[in-house]
Every structure is written in structure tokens, then in C-alpha cells.
């Protein structure tokens, strides 16, 4: 397994700010991604982060609004810029070790957007 | 037709008795599959990997795998109220998507005591 760092836990932020979130693992790992998932809902991949380079976005998600960083193999972050409340939702860092191996999830950011 | 389909749901089953939970996927190139347990408010969990043909059991869950078939389960005997959750079927298709997993919509398990 890994252990996750995720945080905030939660937050609460003004329609039109900025909030980044980190995830820290306590060991290298090939893949970081970042998953929203809203109430009630399956997960929905935001991007896959790439180290030492652009993230790969979903279809529907873009570096402008999501911008994500991953400066080395055990942290990432995902910042979700100009909220409006249509950004409130659950949002998770997940880590696999190797390619197409079983991922592990951090905590999650319970974001609202008031 | 989704890449991944699971059970809608909610499944309900009585303390003691077997849960079956039933995940189909679209893709033959499918090569990793997963199974995760997700409490509510809590972030997934992973219960079993399932990699080739055939039955893969880890106490009281069993994950059974046929790719000609396309179709992965989880079986989970004996449930216990502990059991009731959300659970969620992945699958990696190795060729086309770089390592990320594609998740069905989750099957919700009560178990009653």
C-alpha cells in the first residue's frame, strides 16, 4: 500500500478564488492522478500528473481551470481556479505504483463553493 | 454502451449470507481489474486485484474473472454489516489508457443484521 497525505480535508472558499490542494505519498510512485467525484457519484478522472512535465487532462478538463503540478515522484498538486459553486465536490489525489497496478486514494478535499 | 457496468443497484442481502457483485466491460484488451470497497463519506479503498482468468480469494471475498466473457465479480460470503457499502469496479486497458483506471458507477451493498 501507500500512504497519502491529502490536504485540506475540506475547505470552504469564495466564488472566484483559487484553492490548491496537495498530495504527499511517503514513497515514489510511477502514476499520481486526481479524481472529482460529486455526492452520491461515481469517480471522474480530472488528469493523470506527469512528472517534470504537463499534466494529462480528461476530456472536459483543462490546464487552465485544474492547473496540476508534480515536481518529483511522491507529491502532486491540483489547484482549481476562479471557483464558482459548480466546483463544490469531493476531490482525491490516487497513486499506483507501476503501471496499471492497483491505486490507493488519499482522504479527499471536500471543496465548497459559496 | 459504458466501458465499464456494474450492478445499479442497491443490493440488499441478510448477515450471513453470500453478496454478489457483478461488473461487465467493453474493451477485450481489459488486462487489470479492481475492486474497491468506498464507506460513505471515505475515499475507495482496495479490496481485490484481479489480473488473469479464473477465482482469486482473499478471506471472505472472492473475485472471479473471465475475459472471454468480459466480465469480473466479487463475492463476499458471510456478509456482515461492515460490509455496507459502495463498490466500485475498475478496469486499466493497457494499450489505450496510459495506466488510469476507468471506474463503473458502484453497486450499493446493505447488509442487515
Known amino acids: 500500500s501507500a500512504v497519502i497525505s491529502q490536504k485540506p480535508s475540506r475547505d470552504i472558499c469564495q466564488r472566484g478564488t483559487s484553492l490548491t490542494i496537495q498530495c504527499q505519498v511517503d514513497?515514489?510512485?510511477?502514476?499520481m492522478f486526481w479524481y472529482r467525484q460529486q455526492p452520491g457519484q461515481s469517480l471522474t478522472l480530472i488528469a493523470t500528473?506527469?512528472?517534470?512535465?504537463?499534466?494529462?487532462?480528461e476530456s472536459g478538463f483543462v490546464i487552465d481551470k485544474f492547473p496540476i503540478s508534480r515536481p518529483n515522484l511522491t507529491f502532486s498538486t491540483l489547484t482549481v481556479s476562479n471557483m464558482s459553486p459548480e466546483d463544490s465536490s469531493i476531490y482525491l489525489c490516487s497513486v499506483a505504483r507501476a503501471l496499471n497496478t492497483e491505486a490507493f486514494f488519499g482522504q479527499g478535499t471536500r471543496l465548497t463553493v459559496v | 454502451q459504458k466501458e465499464v457496468e456494474q450492478n445499479s443497484g442497491p443490493l440488499s442481502v441478510p448477515e450471513g449470507a453470500i453478496a454478489s457483485l457483478n461488473c461487465t466491460y467493453s474493451d477485450r484488451v481489459s488486462q487489470s481489474f479492481f475492486w474497491y470497497r468506498q464507506y460513505s463519506g471515505k475515499s475507495p479503498e482496495l479490496i481485490m486485484s484481479?489480473?488473469?482468468?479464473g477465482d482469486k480469494e482473499d478471506g471472505r471475498f472472492t473475485a472471479q474473472l473471465n475475459k472471454a466473457s468480459q466480465y469480473v465479480s466479487l463475492l463476499i460470503r458471510d456478509s456482515q454489516p461492515s460490509d455496507s457499502a459502495t463498490y466500485l469496479c475498475?478496469?486499466?486497458?493497457?494499450?489505450?489508457?496510459?495506466?488510469?483506471?476507468?471506474f463503473g458507477d458502484g453497486t450499493t451493498l446493505t447488509v442487515k443484521p
Open positions: 500528473a506527469n512528472q517534470g512535465s504537463e499534466a494529462t487532462y
Open positions: 475498475a478496469v486499466n486497458i493497457y494499450n489505450t489508457n496510459a495506466g488510469k483506471s476507468t
Open positions: 484481479i489480473y488473469s482468468n
Open positions: 514513497s515514489q510512485v510511477t502514476m
